[in-house]
């Protein structure tokens, strides 16, 4: 525990811990908004369209890498 030997020592800790506070009250706002955005409909929406592309891509670049082709199985019925 810090020991003081004037308020005005106190007075200068305060502040400082007062604007910390309100950096951290700031950091959490902006936390909340960009956890926000990135929620919304269209950005997840964007994000899993991009997950299937990129599955998509990454699919044919095997696929023509290793000379596999795909097989397809006829059903009688």
Not at 14 to 39: C, F, G, P, W, Y
Not at 70 to 76: M, R
Request: hydrophobic share 40%.
């Amino acid at each position: 525990m810090k020991e003081y030997s004037s308020f005005k020592e106190i007075d200068r800790d305060l502040k400082i811990l007062k604007l910390q506070t309100k950096i951290d009250q700031e950091e959490i706002k902006l936390n909340v908004e960009r956890t926000k955005s990135a929620m919304s409909p269209l950005s997840l929406m964007g994000s899993m369209a991009g997950s299937i592309l990129q599955k998509a891509f990454i699919l044919k670049a095997v696929t023509k890498l290793t000379g596999l082709k795909k097989v397809t199985a006829k059903v009688k019925g």
